[in-house]
C-alpha cells in the first residue's frame, strides 16, 4: 500500500508557510540543485543518498511536525519517494508540494538563489585513447543448467569523439587473458580455461587476439538517462572470421570529462567459427552441450583526448 500523505499546490504552501505553524521545507533534490535555487527557508537532504534517512532526525526531530517536501517538477518522482520514507518513518504530518519546485517558480513565489550550477561536463572532440584501468570486459556462458563468468583484458584502444559524440574508435581484446571469476581458486578454473584457449573452442595459439572496429554509431530517439541511447555498429574479427555485430548502449561523458560507454548483449559464437559444442553442428552432444550465445558487458572509458 501507498505511503499516505498531503500533496498541496504552491498556493496553498504559500499560505501554510505565512501561518501560525509554517511546515519545515525539505528540498530532497540534488545538492547542487539546492545549492543553485530552494525554496525560502528551505534545508537540503538528497533523497537518492543512502544517508538522507539518518540525517532526518537532525533536520526534523519531531515527528508530529508538519514537513514539507519538493522536488525539481512534473515527472520526477524524489519528492514522492521522500514523502513515503517519511512516513514510514513514523512522520505524521508529511505534506508534498505537487509539481515541485518548477510548480512554485511558475505561480510568482521567490526563490532563493545561490552560486550558478556547474556547468555539465564537456568533452573535446578527437581521438581519446581507451583508459585500460578503467576499462573491462565480462562474459558470460550457459548450458542448460550451468553457467560460468570471467573477465576478460583489453590491450588497446581508443574512441572518436565528434561534436560530443561517440562516432568512432575500436579496441583490440588480449584473448590470452581470460579468466574465470566463479572458479576462482577451484582446480577447475584452469582445467576451463585450458578448454576456452583450445583449438576446438578460441584456439589463442593461433588468434591470440581480437578486435572491434566501430564503423557507424546512431543515436537512439528520445531515451531516458540511463537507457540505452546509441546504436554502435561494427565488425567484429575473433580467431579467422570478421563480421558485424551491432548492440545499443549508454554512453555520456563521465564527471571527470571522458568519454565513455558500457554494454550489455548478447552474440551467437558460431558466427566466427567457435563451434565447439554447438547444437547446431554436433549430433548427441550430452553433457557437452553448450548455449551458442556468449553474454558480454563491455565498459569502454577514454583517457585525455588528443588532435585528431
Given at each position: 500500500m501507498e505511503a499516505s500523505h498531503t500533496r498541496l499546490s504552491a498556493a496553498v504552501l504559500s499560505d501554510l508557510l505565512n501561518g501560525p505553524h509554517p511546515p519545515l521545507l525539505l528540498d530532497v533534490r540534488l545538492e547542487d540543485?539546492?545549492?543553485?535555487?530552494?525554496?525560502?527557508?528551505?534545508?537540503?537532504?538528497?533523497?537518492?543518498?543512502?544517508a538522507f534517512t539518518e540525517r532526518l532526525p537532525g533536520l526534523a526531530p519531531d515527528l508530529s511536525a508538519p514537513v514539507c517536501v519538493y522536488g525539481s517538477g512534473p515527472g520526477s518522482l524524489e519528492s514522492r519517494m521522500a514523502a513515503e520514507k517519511l512516513v514510514r518513518l513514523g512522520y505524521t504530518s508529511v505534506?508534498?508540494?505537487?509539481?515541485?519546485?518548477?510548480?512554485?517558480?511558475?505561480?510568482?513565489?521567490?526563490?532563493?538563489?545561490?552560486?550558478?550550477?556547474v556547468p555539465e561536463p564537456s568533452v573535446r572532440d578527437g581521438l581519446h585513447p581507451v583508459d585500460l584501468r578503467e576499462s573491462r570486459i565480462l562474459w558470460i556462458?550457459?548450458?542448460?543448467?550451468?553457467?560460468?563468468?570471467?573477465?576478460?583484458?583489453?590491450?588497446?584502444?581508443?574512441?572518436?569523439?565528434?561534436?560530443?559524440?561517440?562516432?568512432?574508435?575500436?579496441f583490440v581484446i588480449d584473448m590470452t587473458s581470460i579468466a574465470c571469476l566463479d572458479l576462482a581458486?577451484?582446480?577447475?578454473?584452469?582445467?576451463?580455461?585450458?578448454?576456452?584457449?583450445?583449438?576446438?573452442?578460441?584456439d589463442v595459439a593461433l588468434y591470440p587476439e581480437a578486435r572491434f572496429i566501430i564503423t557507424d554509431t546512431e543515436p537512439v530517439p528520445s531515451p531516458f538517462p540511463g537507457s540505452p541511447n546509441l546504436l554502435v555498429r561494427g565488425n567484429l574479427t575473433l580467431k579467422d572470421v570478421t563480421a558485424?555485430?551491432?548492440?545499443?548502449?549508454?554512453?555520456?561523458?563521465?564527471?571527470?570529462?571522458?568519454?565513455?560507454?558500457?554494454?550489455?548483449?548478447?552474440?551467437?559464437?558460431?558466427?566466427?567459427?567457435?563451434?565447439?559444442?554447438?547444437?547446431?553442428?554436433?549430433?548427441?552432444?550430452?553433457?557437452?552441450?553448450?548455449?551458442?550465445?556468449?553474454?558480454?558487458?563491455?565498459?569502454?572509458?577514454?583517457?585525455?583526448?588528443?588532435?585528431?
Open positions: 540543485d539546492y545549492r543553485c535555487t530552494r525554496l525560502p527557508g528551505a534545508v537540503g537532504n538528497c533523497v537518492f543518498e543512502v505534506q508534498e508540494l505537487l509539481g515541485g519546485i518548477d510548480a512554485w517558480r511558475a505561480a510568482g513565489l521567490p526563490v532563493e538563489e545561490g552560486p550558478a550550477a556462458g550457459r548450458n542448460l543448467l550451468n553457467r560460468h563468468e570471467g573477465h576478460i583484458a583489453l590491450k588497446s584502444g581508443d574512441l572518436v569523439i565528434r561534436n560530443g559524440h561517440l562516432v568512432g574508435g575500436g581458486g577451484d582446480p577447475r578454473h584452469d582445467v576451463l580455461i585450458r578448454h576456452l584457449l583450445d583449438h576446438d573452442f578460441f558485424p555485430l551491432d548492440f545499443t548502449a549508454c554512453a555520456g561523458i563521465t564527471p571527470e570529462g571522458k568519454p565513455a560507454a558500457q554494454a550489455s548483449f548478447a552474440f551467437d559464437r558460431t558466427l566466427w567459427n567457435v563451434l565447439y559444442g554447438s547444437g547446431k553442428w554436433f549430433r548427441r552432444l550430452g553433457g557437452h552441450l553448450v548455449n551458442d550465445l556468449i553474454e558480454l558487458q563491455v565498459r569502454i572509458v577514454g583517457a585525455d583526448a588528443t588532435a585528431g
